[in-house]
């Protein structure tokens, strides 16, 4: 059972265009989410969060979007630029007791290309 | 800041040896290191999740007689694949959050090691 859902396994966008990148979860415990991008043969690079008592984030050229009633958030990037092309992962957490840091719980990723 | 970096990036091996793979906080004292494993085209897998000085705590369907996991240090945690078979082929990742940074979500991630079994 797949906690956290990104449906779109690619996406291709104009240079200078925007790109919206949509995650799904259906845990309703989770209560923070985070967006990684990952290079090819790299690990993932944190690129920008939201907790769940906001419903949007905002970091220069990326905005993150939630709706926690419909258990969806989207990750904005306007302009568009070729170095955005990389695979996006959709992170979310949810407390567990007892740690000082919480678990997080991937999706499975959008290839991104941006098109020059 | 916050770079965590693996040993070594590519291993290749002959089945039934045993392979160690090094994640290492270079700039920052990591309270939890996780591993990860990610299969082509699919989503990184939580295998286990390590706090310095304690045992590791494995996902379901993780062997941890088979990938035994070690954090010595607040810097350091070895993931050691051992008898390996060609089905431990995979890319795997570590992962850490910063010791004082309590209650964070945010994991800083090694480049990855991929290894392949022959």
Not at chain 1, 14 to 22: A, D, K, T, Y
Not at chain 1, 33 to 48: Q, R, S, V
Not at chain 2, 25 to 45: I, N
Not at chain 2, 84 to 100: N, V
Request: proline fraction near 4%; aromatic fraction near 12%; charged fraction near 20%.
């Amino acid at each position: 059972d797949q906690q956290v859902k990104q449906n779109s396994p690619s996406l291709s966008v104009q240079e200078g265009r925007i790109s919206i990148l949509n995650c799904d979860y259906t845990n309703s415990m989770f209560d923070y989410f985070l967006w990684y991008k990952k290079y090819p043969a790299e690990g993932p690079t944190f690129l920008i969060s939201i907790s769940s008592i906001k419903d949007k984030n905002e970091d220069g050229r990326f905005t993150v979007f939630l709706n926690k009633s419909a258990k969806h958030l989207s990750l904005h990037i306007v302009p568009s630029q070729p170095g955005d092309s990389a695979v996006y992962f959709c992170a979310a957490s949810a407390r567990i007791s007892g740690a000082g840091s919480y678990q997080l719980t991937f999706g499975k990723g959008t290839k991104l290309s941006v098109i020059p | 800041g916050a770079v965590v970096s693996q040993h070594p990036s590519r291993v290749i091996c002959k089945s039934g040896t045993s392979v160690k793979i090094e994640c290492r906080s270079l700039d920052f004292q990591a309270t939890t290191m996780f591993w990860y494993r990610q299969f082509p085209k699919q989503s990184l897998m939580l295998m286990a999740t390590s706090n310095e000085g304690s045992k590791a705590t494995y996902e379901q369907g993780v062997e941890k007689d088979k990938f035994l996991i070690n954090h010595a240090s607040l810097t350091l945690s070895t993931l050691t694949v051992t008898s390996a078979h060609p089905e431990d082929s995979s890319f795997y990742i570590c992962s850490a959050t910063e010791k004082g940074v309590y209650f964070t979500d945010t994991q800083y991630f090694g480049p990855g090691t991929r290894l392949t079994v022959l």
